[in-house]
């Protein structure tokens, strides 16, 4: 199982792992550097040496012998046929004009050799090469320890500098942790924190929204699911004490036919609340991809020669040029279809009238006046709530009509409201923007 570290702790390590590579690798060069240089050293030491051997090879070829300092230090005189005129003790091999590295007895030799001008004679000195070597692994040798330091010293570096780079985010951590509004109350100097601030704060907040709907979501369904219970409850009481009658009872035929006529008539208030509340779904589940460009005069037509097929007696006219909007073509068919019935079913109206304005506002006004009884004042408002009825409303309806034409308002960005008509009766006015989406984004 893998231990979980901070951010601090991990900058750390990294910090550590880059000046371990950084000074492994100069460690490496600097070494080799110093050993190179150290072997340089000794080479210029033992052609020092042989300048001076070298013009006087003839005194000092026979003393050599004296030498008894064992491996120490060596000279070899040889001549140019490779036969030995002199040496120490310790004797060189027959080498080439120039510095070389020789083992003698398992011991390392660095060697140089030159040859005596106007003679046959050819010199090697040599000093043992651990001489070298000492100095190398005692400079190299601090190279590590120097190394080592550095890492250290970067190391706890990373760990100071890394808790400030680090405090940005371990302070939005905890504004999180509190659910402080405002995450980004001023910049924090560090790019990454600022934009990782700026989109927690942005998802917390879509998060938030998401919940608060859910919650109202929720709300209104229990709301809903029980008006819906209650308005459904009373028909279909009313249908099951009918039923009873029909079986039990013994009825005239003027009777039974009254009764059968009862059970219709809350049949058709069953359907048709049903189908109003799955328009009242299917608007709620509406998104920007379910809108389309559309005519509102063509929706206007028709809707007015629907409601003369089901009118015949009334007048159903259309005043208006092509007026483009963006929207829900069903939702807009369902807004001017609901608006013309209203008028004619609860209103009992003979005459409707749509208009349709484009304001300079980016505005789209629907006008359907009737000549109807209107809408008491203190009523206009509340006609446009699910299953609120005007005191002169047909008791077969639904109760939603208004309703979804208030939705479907609302999910084009504008409003739905009644004033007074000039035709006498009451004024549907639905505002609703040109190109807004559903809810008005």
């Not at 060596?74 to 490779?82: C, L, P, Q």
């Not at 859910?214 to 409850?233: G, I, K, N």
């Not at 036919?257 to 058709?268: G, V, Y």
């Amino acid at each position: 199982m893998r231990l979980p570290l901070s951010l601090r702790t991990r900058v750390a390590v990294a910090t550590g792992l880059g000046a371990t590579i950084i000074v492994a690798a100069l460690g490496v060069l600097v070494a080799h550097a110093i050993a190179q240089n150290n072997l340089a050293q000794l080479d210029r030491r033992l052609e020092a040496a042989s300048s001076i051997f070298v013009p006087n090879a003839a005194i000092a070829g026979p003393f050599l012998g004296a030498f008894g300092d064992e491996g120490a230090f060596a000279v070899t005189i040889r001549d140019n046929g490779g036969g030995v005129r002199s040496s120490t003790p310790t004797r060189l091999p027959e080498l080439d004009n120039g510095a070389h590295t020789v083992r003698i007895d398992d011991i390392a030799f660095r060697t140089y050799t030159a040859t005596v001008p106007a003679t046959d004679f050819r010199i090697s000195i040599a000093v043992p090469f651990a001489e070298a070597q000492d100095v190398t692994s005692d400079q190299q040798q601090q190279v590590v320890i120097v190394g080592v330091l550095a890492v250290a010293a970067a190391s706890a570096l990373g760990w100071l500098f890394g808790g400030r780079a680090v405090r940005p985010l371990v302070d939005l951590t905890r504004r999180i942790a509190n659910r402080e509004p405002d995450l980004t109350p001023a910049s924090s100097g560090v790019r990454e924190a600022d934009a990782l601030a700026t989109a927690a704060e942005s998802m917390l907040r879509d998060v938030a929204d998401a919940q608060e709907a859910t919650t109202a979501a929720l709300a209104t369904a229990r709301d809903f699911a029980a008006v819906s219970a209650h308005e459904l409850r009373t028909p279909l009481t009313a249908m099951r004490t009918d039923i009873e009658v029909l079986s039990t009872l013994e009825l005239t035929e003027e009777q039974r036919t009254e009764i059968l006529a009862d059970l219709a008539r809350a049949q058709l208030r069953i359907e048709a609340t049903l189908s109003d509340l799955e328009r009242l779904a299917k608007g709620e589940l509406s998104t920007e991809k379910d809108f389309a460009n559309t005519d509102l005069r063509d929706i206007a037509d028709l809707a007015a020669q629907d409601a003369r097929r089901h009118f015949p007696d009334a007048a159903v006219t259309v005043h208006a040029e092509p007026v483009m909007v963006r929207g829900l073509p069903g939702g807009l068919r369902l807004t001017l279809d609901n608006a013309v019935s209203n008028a004619l079913r609860h209103g009992q109206a003979r005459t409707v009238e749509i208009r349709l304005h484009r304001g300079a506002d980016g505005m789209v006004t629907i006008l359907v006046d009737d000549d109807g009884h209107g809408i008491p004042d203190a009523e206009r408002a509340a006609v446009f709530e699910r299953f609120r009825r005007g005191s002169a409303a047909v008791k077969s309806g639904s109760g939603l009509g208004l309703a979804l034409v208030a939705q479907q308002a609302a999910l084009h960005g504008g409003r739905a409201y009644f004033t007074d008509s000039p035709l006498g009766g009451a004024r549907l006015v639905v505002e609703l923007p040109i190109a807004r989406g559903p809810n008005g984004n």
